[in-house]
C-alpha cells in the first residue's frame, strides 16, 4: 500500500490555540494542494530510497528487509534511482551513492522523490526527515506503521485507479488502503481531468471513509463547468462486507456514521459515474464511452434505495448496524484487537467515568472518540441518540500529552444537552480521548445517559454501555508499545481459524455467512470485489481470503487448507492477477495443494496478469481435473455451477 504525504510539518498543533490550529491548517492544506503535481511521476523523476541498504528480514518491518530487493528490481524496470539514504553512513550501494541523511541528499542528488524503506517504529521519523528536507513526494509503505505514529507526525491521505480503455494506461494514482489515507481519490481526479494524456478514468474504491463521496461532490462541479467532461467508471469494493469486520486493508471498515458500499455506489452514479462490479468491465465500458456510446455499466453492483444528505461536518443519513451485529462482527485482525466489555469498563473507571447500570436504551446516546480519515485528524462523533444517522464530527487537534482543545459545548449543543452537562461531558470527552492516545485507539465508542445530580441545575453524563474498543496492533507488533493490552483482548469473538492464519502465515481469512464458495484471492481490493461480484453473478461466497500481494506456491497451498476446514465449501475459486504475485507460481502452487491435499472438491482457476500464459500452461497441463478460464465470467458462472452441483471429486 503506497502513499503520498505532504512535504509540510505539522507536528506539534496540539498545544497551539484551536483559532491558530485551524489557520495553519488551512495555509497546509493550500501548501499540500501545490504539492499535487509531483503525483506525475515517470522517467524523469529522480529517486532516492531512505533506507537503501537494509537486507535483513525483520519482524518489525518488510519494508526495510526489502529495500535492497526492491531497488534492484526497480532499476531493472528503469526507475531512475539516483542513491539513497542510511544514517551516518556515506559510500556506495548497488552502484549508486549513499549519503548520511536526506538533506545530503537532496543537496548533492537533487531528487523528486523518496521512498521510504525503513523499519516501521522508524518510519515516522523518517517521513519527518523527508519533509524537513522538502522532498516534493514521500512515499511510504502503510502496513506495519502505527496509526498514532502517522496522526503525530502530519495528516495523511484511499485508493483511485486510472486507465485509457484500448491504449494502456496514462497514468496510474494509487493510495493504499490504510486508516490514515495519503492521496485523497478528489486530488487523483484533479490530476487526471487536467492531464493531457488521459481521456477517460477508471476510479476504484472500496469500504471505510468518505473520499468516494467527496470524489462524488467533485465530479459534479468538474462536469458543471466542463463543456466535454472526461468518462468517468467506478467500482466500489466491500458492498458484502461485514459490519464490523476488516476487510484485509487496514482502512477497509466503516466507523460510525461513514458510508456504506452501497452509499459510495449511488452517490458517484447521481453524478454520472458508470459502475462496474469487477475491474475486468472497465476496459469494455469506457472504450464505448470514449467512442459516443452511452453505456449503464456492465454487471452493476446492486445499488439499493440508500439514501445519503451531504452536510457540513454532519455523517450522512443512513442504515446503521445494531449493537448486536457491531458485537458480533468485533474479531481480530491483521492491524487490530479489541477488548472485552470487563476491559473497556476497567479502563474507563481508571478515568473516574461514572458507568449506569440497566439504563433506559431509549436514552441513550452515541458519544465515540475516532479518526476524520477526510481532515486527518481525530474527532469525536456524537448524536442526539443512540446510533449515528444523526451523529456530527468534532475534529479535535492531536496531543499526546495534556488536554486536547475540544469543542465541548458545540458537542453538547448537538447532543440535546443543556448547560448544566458541559462540566461532566468534559470530564467524560477528556477520558475517553485520554484513553484513544495512551492505548493508540482507532476507536473508542459508547453510549451515554444524562443523569440529574441532586434536583439542581448539575447533571451528571454517564456511560451505560461501551460499542467498540478498537486498538491498533501494530503499536505492539511494530513497535513494542501497548503491550499490556494485548491481555485485555476478546478471544470470545475470535475465530481461532482467522488469528492462527493470520498470525502465522500473513493470510486474511474471513469467514461469511451462507456460503458455498471458497475464494482464494491476492490482494484484498480484488478479494473483496471477488465476493461482490460472485453475489452479483447470483454465486455465495464461503469467505474473504487475501494471500497478500506476494503470495507464494506455499502461501497458495496454506490457503487451500484453510478455505478447506470450512465444510460447507463446495467448489474453490482461484481469482489472481499478477502484479506482483506471478501467475506461474500460484499455478505451481494449485498444482501443488491439488496433489498433496488430496481434492475432494472441484477448484476453478482464473489467472491473469504477469506470467499468465505459463501460470495457464502449468494448470492446463497438469492432467489434473482444474478448470482453468481467462474471463471472469466464464470462471464465476463454473464455480457457481459446480456449486450447486455439489460435484465431488
Given at each position: 500500500?503506497?502513499?503520498?504525504?505532504?512535504?509540510?510539518?505539522?507536528?506539534?498543533?496540539?498545544?497551539?490555540?484551536?483559532?491558530?490550529?485551524?489557520?495553519?491548517?488551512?495555509?497546509?492544506?493550500?501548501?499540500?494542494?501545490?504539492?499535487?503535481?509531483?503525483?506525475?511521476?515517470?522517467?524523469?523523476?529522480?529517486?532516492?530510497?531512505?533506507?537503501?541498504?537494509?537486507?535483513?528480514?525483520?519482524?518489525?518491518?518488510?519494508?526495510?528487509?526489502?529495500?535492497?530487493?526492491?531497488?534492484?528490481?526497480?532499476?531493472?524496470?528503469?526507475?531512475?534511482?539516483?542513491?539513497?539514504?542510511?544514517?551516518?553512513?556515506?559510500?556506495?550501494?548497488?552502484?549508486?551513492?549513499?549519503?548520511?541523511?536526506?538533506?545530503?541528499?537532496?543537496?548533492?542528488?537533487?531528487?523528486?522523490?523518496?521512498?521510504?524503506?525503513?523499519?516501521?517504529?522508524?518510519?515516522?521519523?523518517?517521513?519527518?526527515?523527508?519533509?524537513?528536507?522538502?522532498?516534493?513526494?514521500?512515499?511510504?509503505?502503510?502496513?506495519?506503521?502505527?496509526?498514532?505514529?502517522?496522526?503525530?507526525?502530519?495528516?495523511?491521505?484511499?485508493?483511485?485507479?486510472?486507465?485509457?480503455?484500448?491504449?494502456?494506461?496514462?497514468?496510474?494514482?494509487?493510495?493504499?488502503?490504510?486508516?490514515?489515507?495519503?492521496?485523497?481519490?478528489?486530488?487523483?481526479?484533479?490530476?487526471?481531468?487536467?492531464?493531457?494524456?488521459?481521456?477517460?478514468?477508471?476510479?476504484?474504491?472500496?469500504?471505510?471513509?468518505?473520499?468516494?463521496?467527496?470524489?462524488?461532490?467533485?465530479?459534479?462541479?468538474?462536469?458543471?463547468?466542463?463543456?466535454?467532461?472526461?468518462?468517468?467508471?467506478?467500482?466500489?469494493?466491500?458492498?458484502?462486507?461485514?459490519?464490523?469486520?476488516?476487510?484485509?486493508?487496514?482502512?477497509?471498515?466503516?466507523?460510525?456514521?461513514?458510508?456504506?458500499?452501497?452509499?459510495?455506489?449511488?452517490?458517484?452514479?447521481?453524478?454520472?459515474?458508470?459502475?462496474?462490479?469487477?475491474?475486468?468491465?472497465?476496459?469494455?465500458?469506457?472504450?464505448?464511452?470514449?467512442?459516443?456510446?452511452?453505456?449503464?455499466?456492465?454487471?452493476?453492483?446492486?445499488?439499493?434505495?440508500?439514501?445519503?444528505?451531504?452536510?457540513?461536518?454532519?455523517?450522512?443519513?443512513?442504515?446503521?448496524?445494531?449493537?448486536?451485529?457491531?458485537?458480533?462482527?468485533?474479531?481480530?485482525?491483521?492491524?487490530?484487537?479489541?477488548?472485552?466489555?470487563?476491559?473497556?469498563?476497567?479502563?474507563?473507571?481508571?478515568?473516574?467515568?461514572?458507568?449506569?447500570?440497566?439504563?433506559?436504551?431509549?436514552?441513550?446516546?452515541?458519544?465515540?472518540?475516532?479518526?476524520?480519515?477526510?481532515?486527518?485528524?481525530?474527532?469525536?462523533?456524537?448524536?442526539?441518540?443512540?446510533?449515528?444517522?444523526?451523529?456530527?464530527?468534532?475534529?479535535?487537534?492531536?496531543?499526546?500529552?495534556?488536554?486536547?482543545?475540544?469543542?465541548?459545548?458545540?458537542?453538547?449543543?448537538?447532543?440535546?444537552?443543556d448547560a448544566g452537562s458541559i462540566d461532566s461531558l468534559r470530564q467524560v470527552i477528556n477520558a475517553l480521548?485520554?484513553?484513544?492516545?495512551?492505548?493508540?485507539?482507532?476507536?473508542?465508542?459508547?453510549?451515554?445517559?444524562?443523569?440529574?445530580?441532586?434536583?439542581?441545575?448539575?447533571?451528571?453524563v454517564e456511560l451505560t454501555a461501551v460499542g467498540r474498543f478498537g486498538l491498533d496492533d501494530a503499536a505492539?507488533?511494530?513497535?513494542?508499545?501497548?503491550?499490556?493490552?494485548?491481555?485485555?483482548?476478546?478471544?470470545?469473538?475470535?475465530?481461532?481459524?482467522?488469528?492462527?492464519?493470520?498470525?502465522?502465515?500473513?493470510?486474511?481469512?474471513?469467514?461469511?455467512?451462507?456460503?458455498?464458495?471458497?475464494?482464494?484471492?491476492?490482494?484484498?481490493?480484488?478479494?473483496?470485489?471477488?465476493?461482490?461480484?460472485?453475489?452479483?453473478?447470483?454465486?455465495?461466497?464461503?469467505?474473504?481470503?487475501?494471500?497478500?500481494?506476494?503470495?507464494?506456491?506455499?502461501?497458495?497451498?496454506?490457503?487451500?487448507?484453510?478455505?478447506?476446514?470450512?465444510?460447507?465449501?463446495?467448489?474453490?475459486?482461484?481469482?489472481?492477477?499478477?502484479?506482483?504475485?506471478?501467475?506461474?507460481?500460484?499455478?505451481?502452487?494449485?498444482?501443488?495443494?491439488?496433489?498433496?491435499?488430496?481434492?475432494?472438491?472441484?477448484?476453478?482457476?482464473?489467472?491473469?496478469?504477469?506470467?499468465?500464459?505459463?501460470?495457464?500452461?502449468?494448470?492446463?497441463?497438469?492432467?489434473?481435473?482444474?478448470?482453468?478460464?481467462?474471463?471472469?465470467?466464464?470462471?464465476?458462472?463454473?464455480?457457481?455451477?459446480?456449486?450447486?452441483?455439489?460435484?465431488?471429486?
Amino acid at each position: 500500500m503506497l502513499r503520498s504525504v505532504s512535504r509540510i510539518r505539522v507536528s506539534g498543533l496540539g498545544q497551539l490555540p484551536r483559532h491558530l490550529v485551524d489557520n495553519i491548517s488551512r495555509r497546509r492544506y493550500s501548501a499540500y494542494e501545490s504539492t499535487l503535481k509531483n503525483l506525475k511521476i515517470g522517467s524523469h523523476t529522480r529517486v532516492i530510497f531512505q533506507g537503501f541498504t537494509g537486507k535483513q528480514a525483520s519482524q518489525t518491518s518488510v519494508a526495510a528487509a526489502s529495500a535492497t530487493a526492491n531497488a534492484r528490481e526497480s532499476l531493472e524496470w528503469g526507475t531512475n534511482i539516483v542513491g539513497g539514504v542510511t544514517p551516518g553512513r556515506e559510500g556506495e550501494h548497488l552502484g549508486l551513492p549513499v549519503l548520511p541523511s536526506v538533506r545530503k541528499a537532496v543537496e548533492v542528488l537533487n531528487p523528486d522523490a523518496t521512498g521510504i524503506y525503513v523499519a516501521a517504529h522508524q518510519a515516522a521519523g523518517a517521513i519527518e526527515e523527508a519533509i524537513e528536507a522538502e522532498v516534493p513526494l514521500i512515499v511510504a509503505v502503510a502496513e506495519h506503521i502505527p496509526l498514532h505514529d502517522m496522526l503525530r507526525v502530519c495528516i495523511i491521505f484511499p485508493a483511485g485507479s486510472t486507465l485509457r480503455s484500448g491504449l494502456g494506461q496514462s497514468m496510474c494514482i494509487g493510495v493504499g488502503g490504510d486508516i490514515l489515507p495519503g492521496t485523497s481519490i478528489k486530488e487523483g481526479l484533479q490530476i487526471l481531468v487536467e492531464d493531457n494524456d488521459t481521456e477517460g478514468i477508471a476510479l476504484i474504491g472500496e469500504i471505510g471513509g468518505d473520499a468516494e463521496l467527496e470524489a462524488a461532490d467533485y465530479i459534479r462541479e468538474y462536469r458543471a463547468k466542463t463543456a466535454n467532461p472526461k468518462p468517468i467508471a467506478a467500482l466500489i469494493g466491500g458492498v458484502k462486507a461485514v459490519p464490523g469486520r476488516i476487510m484485509g486493508h487496514a482502512g477497509a471498515f466503516a466507523l460510525p456514521g461513514e458510508p456504506s458500499a452501497l452509499d459510495k455506489i449511488e452517490a458517484l452514479k447521481r453524478v454520472g459515474v458508470t459502475i462496474v462490479n469487477h475491474p475486468s468491465r472497465f476496459g469494455p465500458v469506457l472504450k464505448s464511452m470514449l467512442s459516443g456510446s452511452t453505456s449503464t455499466g456492465a454487471g452493476v453492483a446492486t445499488a439499493g434505495h440508500a439514501s445519503q444528505r451531504r452536510e457540513l461536518h454532519t455523517i450522512a443519513r443512513r442504515p446503521v448496524p445494531t449493537q448486536l451485529t457491531l458485537q458480533q462482527g468485533n474479531a481480530n485482525q491483521k492491524r487490530t484487537l479489541y477488548l472485552t466489555k470487563s476491559a473497556a469498563f476497567d479502563l474507563l473507571r481508571q478515568q473516574g467515568v461514572s458507568i449506569a447500570e440497566n439504563a433506559n436504551p431509549g436514552a441513550q446516546k452515541l458519544l465515540a472518540i475516532t479518526v476524520n480519515r477526510s481532515t486527518r485528524s481525530p474527532c469525536i462523533i456524537a448524536s442526539p441518540s443512540s446510533n449515528a444517522s444523526a451523529a456530527a464530527k468534532f475534529d479535535f487537534a492531536y496531543s499526546a500529552n495534556g488536554k486536547p482543545d475540544v469543542p465541548i459545548p458545540a458537542v453538547a449543543e448537538h447532543m440535546g444537552l443543556d448547560a448544566g452537562s458541559i462540566d461532566s461531558l468534559r470530564q467524560v470527552i477528556n477520558a475517553l480521548v485520554t484513553i484513544f492516545t495512551e492505548k493508540e485507539a482507532f476507536l473508542v465508542e459508547t453510549q451515554v445517559i444524562i443523569a440529574r445530580s441532586g434536583g439542581g441545575n448539575h447533571h451528571t453524563v454517564e456511560l451505560t454501555a461501551v460499542g467498540r474498543f478498537g486498538l491498533d496492533d501494530a503499536a505492539f507488533r511494530s513497535c513494542g508499545r501497548q503491550a499490556e493490552v494485548q491481555g485485555l483482548r476478546d478471544p470470545a469473538v475470535e475465530d481461532p481459524t482467522e488469528v492462527g492464519i493470520v498470525q502465522k502465515d500473513g493470510i486474511v481469512y474471513i469467514r461469511l455467512e451462507d456460503g458455498d464458495i471458497g475464494t482464494l484471492v491476492n490482494g484484498a481490493g480484488l478479494a473483496m470485489n471477488t465476493v461482490d461480484a460472485l453475489a452479483d453473478a447470483g454465486g455465495r461466497a464461503a469467505n474473504f481470503l487475501d494471500t497478500g500481494g506476494k503470495a507464494t506456491s506455499e502461501t497458495v497451498k496454506r490457503s487451500f487448507e484453510v478455505i478447506l476446514t470450512d465444510p460447507r465449501v463446495k467448489c474453490i475459486f482461484v481469482n489472481i492477477f499478477g502484479g506482483l504475485t506471478r501467475g506461474d507460481m500460484i499455478a505451481r502452487g494449485v498444482v501443488m495443494a491439488f496433489q498433496d491435499l488430496q481434492m475432494s472438491v472441484p477448484v476453478v482457476v482464473r489467472i491473469r496478469g504477469t506470467n499468465e500464459k505459463e501460470g495457464q500452461r502449468i494448470i492446463a497441463e497438469s492432467g489434473l481435473p482444474l478448470f482453468a478460464f481467462d474471463d471472469f465470467d466464464e470462471a464465476a458462472a463454473k464455480a457457481i455451477e459446480l456449486a450447486k452441483d455439489g460435484l465431488h471429486l
